[in-house]
Antibody
Framework: DGQLVESGGKLVQPGGSLRLSCVVSQFSVYINYMAWVRQPPGKGLEWVAV???????FYGESVKGRFTISRDTSKNTVFLQMNGLRVEDTAMYYCARVSDFLFDPWGQGTLVTVSS | QSALTQPASVSGSPGQSISISCTGSSSDIGTYDYVSWYQQLPGKGPTLIIYEVSRRTSGISHRFSGSKSANTASLTISGLQPEDEGDYYC????????????FGGGTKLSVL
């Protein structure tokens, strides 16, 4: 089914930058669509960035212009570059494969905390 | 971003049946059959359990079932077990957002 392992989350100050990684095994990030979905503490799910058909990318309104999703097919890895971080970006960030408007499978998540 | 409405919490006793509703609009649930349900157990990442309204993913118990009527989808769990306790999220294809998927706000299931 596939395994996804996220990393890179940590405590960062407001205005800072961070790059998250998602190493994928058992399926290719080249031919599959991939997404980052976040979950603020005690709150629900929100997709933030999607790598979709024909190399199209989509971003949630709250992160547009600050976050960038990319991939390295040689390493079968998806990245999320986060710039201009805000306190409200504090969340668990999950990587997931996207298929037919659903997310499956998911990784275990990596925690990003934005605080001074 | 939550355009789908779920109850904040539901509860039930072991062995009982419960249902979780997910209400959208004609831009999503009312028109399209791409409704999914995710289970998130305490301290874990989400797991897909139902897709395309009523299809169970491999390995998911027959106690979990999905349905849809008009603009509302429902997840029913029969024979409730303590290990079912967790959060449940619905999602749907939608024409309302740049990327065609929207989540519900989530429902916390407590097994008393």
């Amino acid at each position: 089914d596939g395994q996804l392992v996220e990393s890179g989350g940590k405590l960062v100050q407001p205005g800072g930058s961070l790059r998250l990684s998602c190493v994928v095994s058992q399926f290719s990030v080249y031919i599959n669509y991939m997404a980052w979905v976040r979950q603020p503490p005690g709150k629900g799910l929100e997709w933030v960035a999607v790598f979709y058909s024909g190399d199209r990318t989509f971003y949630g309104e709250s992160v547009k212009g600050r976050f960038t999703i990319s991939r390295d097919t040689s390493k079968n890895t998806v990245f999320l570059q986060m710039n201009g971080l805000r306190v409200e970006d504090t969340a668990m960030y999950y990587c997931a494969r996207v298929s037919d408007f659903l997310f499956d499978p998911w990784g275990q998540g990596t925690l990003v905390t934005v605080s001074s | 971003q939550s355009a789908l409405t779920q109850p904040a919490s539901v509860s039930g006793s072991p062995g009982q049946s419960i249902s979780i509703s997910c209400t959208g609009s004609s831009s999503d649930i009312g028109t399209y059959d791409y409704v999914s349900w995710y289970q998130q157990l305490p301290g874990k990442g989400p797991t897909l359990i139902i897709y395309e309204v009523s299809r169970r993913t491999s390995g998911i118990s027959h106690r979990f079932s999905g349905s849809k009527s008009a603009n509302t989808a429902s997840l029913t769990i029969s024979g409730l077990q303590p290990e079912d306790e967790g959060d449940y999220y619905c999602s749907s294809y939608t024409t309302s957002t740049p990327f065609d998927v929207v989540f519900g706000g989530g429902t916390k299931l407590s097994v008393l």
